[in-house]
Each structure stands twice: as structure tokens, then as C-alpha cells.
T-cell receptor, first 114, second 113 residues
């Protein structure tokens, strides 16, 4: 099966700093998704990437779909306390009969120090 | 519009007991799935369904059963609970296709003693 390596595993940053995290895979994907999970809640989709080389922004978040299609990057600019949570990459993989399954990375846990 | 609703939110079971975790969605999504999340791990797929009457196994299906009699509901059954099944369980739904984001419920926190 696909192997996803997400790094770093955790980050402690000062409020206002920029954050970078990435996800690499041994397999090629056609889509990369980034989710955020707030404490005690389910994951929520942040950004979806559909084309190699694509750079997409959502407010202070920017994500890139790697040219090799085996990696993706997520950046958060000017972090604020509500950015705290776990960030997951989750590229869909085809599982037959027109269906796709998400494979989740182990997540990057972000802590923001006010 | 409630989205994905999971019940109960918390549950404590004894080893060997059976239980059904409920999941319902009101978005007319064809695809529904169950994940478990353990400390330090990402979400791992247990079972999924691409439509009513169709289910399939994910990465960690052992010890769990599912059925999909309607589009809206996708219950997860533990027939004989084991301590290794202590986890947080998430249900998700989406339209079919790789460019369709999944919508997650808020989870069921299950402890098995």
C-alpha cells in the first residue's frame, strides 16, 4: 500500500511566525488534500490540489502539489492561536469500481505560543 | 443541514460486549466510510461503502461489520469488543470521485475495559 511520510511530527512556534510542513509518498497521486483537525473534532478540508505544480491559497494557507506528484507542501503565514491543531495530508487513491480511498499521513501537530 | 452525525459521542464497554456506532448524513452522498484514530496515528480506514447495498473492507477491518441499507445511514458494529478497539471512530461521507472532499462527523470516543 501507499506509504505517506508527513513531517514534522510536531511544531511549537511563536504567534506570528510562518509554518511549513510537507508530505511525501512512494506513490504518485492525482489529487492532494490537506485537512485540519481541531481538538475533539473531526478533520475539516482546508485545501484541495488537483494538478502537478499547482499552488493554491486559502487565506493565510498556501499549498503546493509537487511536480513529481509524490509530494505536497502546506505553509501557514503569520500564525495565530486558532491555527493550533493537527494537520493531515490525505491523497485519494483509486480502489476500484469508481471509488477512491483516503490515505492519511500521521499528521503534524501544531502548537502556537501566544 | 446537519452534515454527518455520529452517535453516541462517548461510550465505555466491557470486553466481549457488542455495540453499534451510528452514522447518518443528509447530503445525499454516495460514499461513506469509517475510520479509527489512535494516538500519534493518522486515520485508518476500517470499512467503506460506495452506495446502498455495497460495502468493502479498508485497511483495518477485523472485528468490525458494516451494512448500508439506505443512502443516509452507515452503522459500524463491534460484535465482541476487545481492548485493542479502544479508539476514536470517525464517519465520513462524500460524493464519489477523487476530487470530492470527505465530510467528517465529530467522532465517537470508545473505551473498552
Amino acid at each position: 500500500g501507499q506509504q505517506l511520510n508527513q513531517s514534522p511530527q510536531s511544531m511549537f512556534i511563536q504567534e506570528g511566525e510562518d509554518v511549513s510542513m510537507n508530505c511525501t509518498s512512494s506513490s504518485i497521486f492525482n489529487t492532494w488534500l490537506w485537512y485540519k483537525q481541531d481538538p475533539g473534532e473531526g478533520p475539516v478540508l482546508l485545501i484541495a490540489l488537483y494538478k502537478a505544480g499547482e499552488l493554491t491559497s486559502n487565506g493565510r494557507l498556501t499549498a503546493q502539489f509537487g511536480i513529481t506528484r509524490k509530494d505536497s507542501f502546506l505553509n501557514i503565514s503569520a500564525s495565530i492561536p486558532s491555527d493550533v491543531g493537527i494537520y493531515f495530508c490525505a491523497p485519494p487513491a483509486y480502489s476500484g469500481a469508481g471509488s477512491y480511498q483516503l490515505t492519511f499521513g500521521k499528521g503534524t501537530k501544531l502548537s502556537v505560543i501566544p | 443541514n446537519a452534515g454527518v452525525t455520529q452517535t453516541p459521542k462517548f461510550q465505555v464497554l466491557k470486553t466481549g460486549q457488542s455495540m453499534t456506532l451510528q452514522c447518518a448524513q443528509d447530503m445525499n452522498h454516495e460514499y461513506m466510510s469509517w475510520y479509527r484514530q489512535d494516538p500519534g496515528m493518522g486515520l485508518r480506514l476500517i470499512h467503506y461503502s460506495v452506495g446502498a447495498g455495497i460495502t468493502d473492507q479498508g485497511e483495518v477491518p477485523n472485528g468490525y461489520n458494516v451494512s448500508r441499507s439506505t443512502t443516509e445511514d452507515f452503522p459500524l458494529r463491534l460484535l465482541s469488543a476487545a481492548p485493542s478497539q479502544t479508539s476514536v471512530y470517525f464517519c465520513a461521507s462524500s460524493y464519489r470521485g477523487d476530487n470530492q472532499p470527505q465530510h467528517f462527523g465529530d467522532g465517537t470516543r470508545l473505551s473498552i475495559l
